[in-house]
């Protein structure tokens, strides 16, 4: 159905007010135009699809103008819409901050905690944190989304994750803000029982002559190695690739190749004299370990808790602080 704005009743001006002031209608809108699609939204809010309608519907009428260009499945902001969404957006937040104010801070924390991070992170300094996160929080419900880097901005816009850890350039988009950004070392490594890796220094042209175990291609740290090979003019075509960078160490054990990956990530393998770091000649890869939320998007305390988690185990981490 298609609404006449200009011929229908217009409210008077506080009555307007008292009217789309109605958060659930705020929060319903938001929804729509982070998702983009009126369904999508009614899964995000355990609504059903004819009542995200009616409840748009309504707030169009109380403001007595289209929100939305409805063209088949698509649905799109419409210039009142592009206008009314930031301050959508504040209300609903100043509506969480003011809620977050009157809870004491000795109160056990209570709500969700969505976090979304990449594969190689979740396999290796996650579940340590996440283990006293709960400890210490048993009543935050925490989601967890394991997603490639374009994936985890992609949630982040829409607000469907809260916090995102990754590897990968620094962040300069002002969009985000970064609460943790180190720099951490990546590193060639192989079995100690590998050719190289008794070698006190090793050329690039010769480790890239054997076999070679990456990540996925464009992946993060894979996409700096490649671009810095490029820039000399070199190239890599890897025996085996992997998202799971739990396979790829296991692999190395197995001595079935060489990899490059973030120090960190095999620390406990060099500990235990099972792989070998391969000192290769004037070729040096660095790597931003990154937390990012949102810009103007609320922390409440289970995101402030966890963040502070993140960072005492970030100091503890093979890193180095790009101002060292």
């Known amino acids: ?18 009217n789309f002031l109605d958060l659930k209608k705020l929060n319903t809108f938001v929804k729509i135009a982070e998702s983009g699609s009126f369904y999508k939204a009614s899964i995000m809010l355990g609504y059903s699809p004819a009542a995200v309608s009616i409840q748009i519907q309504q707030l169009e009428f109380d403001l007595g103008m289209r929100l939305f260009d409805r063209l088949g499945k698509q649905v799109r902001l419409t210039d009142h819409g592009k206008q009314f ?10 509506n969480e901050e003011a809620k977050e104010s009157l ?23 996650f579940p340590q944190v996440l283990a006293e ?4 929080n048993p009543n935050v419900n925490v989601e967890v989304r394991v997603c490639t880097p374009s994936e ?29 950004q180190i720099e951490t070392e990546v590193v060639f490594c192989a079995s100690r029982k590998h050719p190289l890796a ?4 090793i050329e690039l042209s010769e ?9 996925e291609k464009n992946a993060s740290y894979r996409y700096i190695f490649e671009s810095k090979l490029s820039e000399l003019g070199l190239g890599i075509k890897p025996s085996i690739e992997s998202q799971n960078t739990n396979l790829i160490i296991k692999l190395l054990c197995n001595n079935m190749g060489y990899s490059v990956l973030p120090r960190f990530l095999i620390e406990p393998k060099l500990r235990d004299n099972t792989l070998a770091v391969l000192p290769i000649k004037d070729f040096h890869i660095k790597v931003n370990y990154q937390v990012l939320h949102k810009k103007d998007k609320f922390v409440n305390r289970q995101m402030e808790s966890f963040i502070n988690m993140l960072e005492k185990q970030a100091g503890i981490l093979q890193v180095s602080n790009p101002q060292d």
């Open 1 to 18: 159905m298609l609404w006449d704005y200009k011929n229908i009743y217009q409210p008077y001006k506080g009555e307007v007010m008292e």
């Open 85 to 94: 969404y930031p301050y959508a957006e504040k209300i609903l937040m100043l």
């Open 103 to 125: 809870i004491r801070t000795d109160d056990m924390l209570t709500g969700e905690l969505r976090i979304g991070t990449i594969d190689s992170i979740c396999d290796t300094l």
């Open 133 to 136: 996160f709960y400890e210490k």
């Open 152 to 180: 985890l901005f992609e949630g982040i816009k829409h607000n469907n994750i809260d916090i995102m850890l990754l590897l990968d350039k620094p962040s300069v988009s002002k969009d985000y803000v970064a609460d943790i």
């Open 198 to 201: 008794c070698k006190n220094e």
């Open 207 to 215: 480790i890239l002559s054997y076999p070679c175990i990456l990540t």
